[in-house]
């Protein structure tokens, strides 16, 4: 789990660096999705405009659900899910962190 965590700061604090290097790149942010097998078990992590899903028996489950604005959107029944037709626009923005330049 701590070798996961690491990773995870390790691509933060690119990002963070790189974001600072090019203020074109303010606000910009990234997708993960990680799956780690543990046996029978496993860890499903994910962030940003990314979802797991789980493929068995000719059949697709979503496992996960991503973090936009859609998203949040249709939670609260304001549109319809992302993936269906949307009864009002909505944006596709990611609702994660996000880094920015130093100032």
Do not use: F, K, N, W
């Amino acid at each position: 789990m701590e070798r996961m965590a690491q990773r995870y700061r390790d691509v933060d604090a690119s990002l963070a660096e790189t974001a600072r290097d090019d203020a074109s790149l303010t606000g910009m942010s990234t997708t993960m999705t990680l799956a780690c097998s543990l046996g029978t078990q496993m860890i499903l992590a994910h962030l940003g405009d990314s979802r797991a899903y789980l493929y068995r028996a000719d059949r697709l489950v979503r496992l996960t659900r991503d973090h936009t604005i859609a998203q949040g959107l249709a939670d609260a029944g304001m549109i319809d899910p992302p993936g269906r037709r949307p009864s009002s626009p909505a944006p596709r923005l990611d609702t994660g962190a996000r880094h920015r330049a130093a100032d």
